[in-house]
């Protein structure tokens, strides 16, 4: 059994210390313990105040947010703005190196560079050109052979359409398509 020792208090001070110590803990003592424990731990002394000053507590985060914001200058010049300058000059060098250079070359040095598929696309592009210009062709023979027929109406029998041109233009015609 723990050994008990008597302290004299006032009898002011021991009647609140009952009302506080029922509210606590079962025991005196643990009230106490507990006490003496949160001092300790929290490195204070019972003089000192726990509640904060509200009229200084503005003080104290302007002088905070005043040392935030020198730290962010100080990132600003000695970080930001030579990583600016740095990304700058490189990009004024490519603007630089950007202008197109133009070489005088002759078709047959550009017929030597170019790649199979170039010449194939050129081929082909060509082809395409000269079908198209013998179709447009072709359209207007038709056309201007339409142009010759005339419509015969038959009394007796069925009506028909007759050609009316000499058999050397038929000829040439045939020679060309054929």
Same mark, same amino acid.
């Given at each position: 059994m723990d050994d008990f020792n008597t302290i004299r208090l006032k009898?002011?001070?021991i009647?609140?210390?009952?009302?506080?110590?029922?509210?606590?803990s079962p025991s005196y003592s643990e009230t106490l313990d507990f006490m003496i424990a949160f001092f300790q731990d %929290? %490195?204070?002394s019972p003089y000192d105040t726990l509640r904060v000053n509200f009229s200084s !507590?503005?003080?104290i985060l302007n002088k905070r947010m005043d040392a935030v914001v020198s730290i962010l200058r100080k990132i600003e010049e000695t970080q930001l703005k030579p990583t600016k300058k740095m990304l700058e000059s490189l990009f004024e060098e490519m603007e630089e190196k950007e202008e197109p250079m133009?070489?005088? /070359?002759?078709q047959e040095e550009i017929e030597a560079s170019k790649t =199979?598929? =170039?010449?194939l696309l050129d081929y082909y592009s060509v082809e395409y050109d000269k079908s198209r210009e013998e179709l447009h062709e072709i359209k207007n023979e038709f056309s201007n052979l339409l142009n010759e027929l005339s419509y015969i109406k038959n009394t007796f029998g069925r009506s028909y359409? /007759? !050609?009316d041109i000499p058999k050397e233009k038929i000829e040439d015609m045939k020679s060309r398509l054929f």
């Open positions: 009898k002011k001070t009647d609140k210390f009952k009302k506080y110590s029922k509210k606590i %929290n %490195n204070i !507590l503005p003080n133009y070489i005088d /070359r002759t =199979e598929t =170039e010449k359409y /007759r !050609l």
